[in-house]
DNA sequence: CCCTGATGATACCCAACGGTATCGTTCGGA
DNA sequence: TCCGAACGATACCGTTGGGTATCATCAGGG
């Protein structure tokens, strides 16, 4: 019974679940829910399609727990913008859209997981669509209240605009259609900030 | 090369290519590329998969043909916009909007055709690519053209803006994020216009 | 030290998919 | 009237997909 020791000095496998999850992030992001199957994932996190199953139900739940914690990733945005500036509600909302500017040349490889997945799963009844709606729902709700926050006179309007204009950055970034859209974004959210101090 | 017509009268079908396309399009936007078999479009034609591959090298092709006449048919919404506004370029952009805002309802349901074929056609060499990459480059270019000739100050700036609240209606037509977003879409575009004019 | 639950590995099932081969039928133009 | 092209129907092929069954192995806690 040789027993068969851990090599020292190598990093500690992480649980199944979790490398599951990661290689669950990195293949659903990279080329789509629909194309990446099971066995796929299972090889990515070095286990097999047996571990998949024994922690998620079926395909559609592990899609259903990535896309919630893309959505507290996003959520996290939100979090940080409002601790890094405490009651200046314009600066959180310039710091938000930062984030997404930011994040705009990785969008526009692949596109925004919201977006892909409501696309990829028609299906109203799919769990992840659950989650999607409820994430969109908080997003809009905090955007409102940092509008209301900072004084613009309209909240629903000004969050509907900055929604859109975030949202279409996205698309726009990863269609092409739009040279610099991050320098661009910038400059529309100021001018909406802006536009109620005049 | 005159189009074979079977029968005069309304009854008739039409002949087998139209009605390939005609219940592709139906599938495609209603169910999504990827989930929409060839037996399925060839069952909604009334004709057989076969028929389908004598007029369309692959799947791939006839995806791409679908988006070429999505995309004409987006195209002539600039047309009309153009041909009814003469010389004002500001009410051809308040069509177009108008244009957008009208399908909104119907984007709620499924969403945009090219923005969802981007996410379930993650191939960059997919044939359907470049359809889209085309269109979005020529749209882009129309309406830049449209903002010089408005007088706005800034006229890549203000296409970009227009670009992305159109698109970012309709993905939050689609995932409900933000009530009534045609009428807001509407005020903001008209904000956009008058913000030259002050 | 041993037992139990979690894990790894392999083989398998069944359905659906894109695409092809074949053959009989229909229809319009010459 | 006749011919060839287009059409309809059916059966088939190879691959891939989600999901399951089985069994050996491993690790940690009593």
Redo the contacts with the bound molecule.
């Keep these: 019974m040789t ?2 020791v ?1 090599r020292p000095g190598r990093v500690a ?1 992480l ?3 979790e490398r599951i999850l990661d290689a669950a992030e990195e293949l659903f992001q990279s080329e789509g829910i ?7 994932i299972a090889e990515r996190a ?6 998949i ?3 998620f139900a ?3 739940a592990l899609v259903a727990e990535w896309l919630r914690i893309v959505a507290a990733d996003y959520q996290a945005a939100f979090d940080r913008a409002e601790a890094e500036h405490p009651d200046r509600p314009r600066e959180q909302i310039l710091a938000l859209a930062r984030f997404i500017a930011e994040g705009l040349p990785a969008i526009s490889y692949r596109g925004c997981p919201f977006i892909n997945s409501l696309a990829e799963l028609p299906d109203r009844s799919h769990p992840a669509r659950q989650v999607i709606e409820e994430h969109k729902a908080l997003q809009t709700r905090r955007l409102v209240g940092m509008c209301a926050a900072a004084g613009l006179p309209d909240p629903e309007q000004a969050a509907a605009e900055i929604t859109f204009v975030l949202e279409g950055a996205q698309v726009s970034a990863h269609n092409g259609s739009i040279a610099q859209p991050g320098e661009r974004l910038m400059r529309i959210v100021e001018g909406i900030l802006d536009r109620a101090n005049r």
Aim: net charge positive.
């Design positions: 027993a068969t851990r496998k649980p199944p679940r629909r194309r990446v199957g099971v066995q796929a070095e286990t097999t399609k047996m571990a199953y024994r922690h079926t395909k559609d």
